[in-house]
């Protein structure tokens, strides 16, 4: 038998102290509670990216807190959305395997997942996002850059000054935004933002639960951007993304209402941000339907529905959902259509 059925216990057996993070549809913290059912089974994955589990573990040793090591691991799930617990297996095997003695230190077990086919590199955004995170939970202060970034979302260095404000420092300040000033500064900034920081700056912000500050103003920001006659798909989907995980329900829903209803709607771009990063929004019937006739009539041809189908399907709580839009008698024939090749296909 298996002395180490799980991450985990893999951990804990190696003295260590450990957090989990989604690190696919969002940076968020995976209470230990919540994922040891995932291990054993118990529940879906919550956040599946492309019908995989993408996770960033921080672990250190008790004995040595100083100390920090990690592991960025990527699993698949089954049909269900469960982890596939044989891939899982395979991944401690070769740990158990590589060290020759389960009571390995937490260090020799972060030097062998470097060369695990299950061990991914995250992008830029993501990796800002999980040191800044990381640092908050281990109550450490934010990196040196953060004081830089506060400076520049406050306008005292001059907005067009951007080139020189560290990723890293945007990452702090999004994933405090409890801390005293933080929210109102970032707020504040969001009107007057170049696209370039202001993209960047939405990267971070779609990992938080946004406070009425910021929504509202990131709303305003695009209403204000679908208006203009130079305004930039880039944009749009930037300050769409940033707007998914809002506190306000409402300001999301009137945000991508008014997404869709632009001359803008079916850009690939703008639909798989949705999917992607604010897809609690599409809970609401209404909206719903309508992203999918976008989707179905999407400038990217017929192969976005079915990519993107294919990934919201497998989000606890959606699958329902999307049949039930499925067969609404409203639909239109082109969504008809992109349905009954989406089943074709499937069952072919």
Known sequence: MNPFPTLGGLLEQANARYAVFDLGRRVVRISQSRFRRIERGEIPYPLPLQQQAWLG??????????QHFVWFLRFPLDELGGLQAAARDEFLESVLRALGNPQGTPRNIQELQQES?????????????????????????????????????????????????GLQGLADMAARLGDPGHSECVAAAIPHLPLEPLSRLCQLLENEPLPSTIGVQLCARL????????????????????IGNTCRGDVRHRMI??????RWGAEADLLVAIAGRAWEALEDEVLRLRYLEALAGSTAGGELFPMVM???????????????????????????????????????
Not at 127 to 132: D, R, V
Not at 139 to 158: E, I, M, V, W
Not at 257 to 262: C, G, H, I, R
Not at 318 to 327: G, H, T, V, Y
Request: overall charge positive; aromatic content about 10%; some cysteine.
């Open 57 to 66: 573990i921080l672990f250190w040793d008790r004995a040595k807190p100083e």
């Open 117 to 165: 086919p299950y061990a991914f590199k995250p992008r830029e955004e993501r990796l800002a996002a999980f040191h800044a995170k990381a640092l908050a939970e281990l109550k450490q202060p934010p990196s040196r850059y953060c004081d830089h970034a506060r400076a520049y979302l406050a306008g005292t260095l001059g907005y067009d000054q951007w080139a020189f404000v």
């Open 223 to 242: 209403l204000g951007t679908l208006a203009c006659e130079k305004a930039s798909i880039a944009e749009i989907s930037a300050l769409v993304r940033a």
């Open 257 to 262: 209402t008014a997404a869709l209803e632009s």
């Open 310 to 348: 294919r990934d919201l399907l497998f989000v606890p709580g959606m699958r329902a959902l999307l049949l039930e839009s499925f067969r609404n008698p409203a639909r239109s024939p082109d969504l008809a259509a992109a349905i009954g090749a989406l089943m074709q296909g499937v069952g072919g």
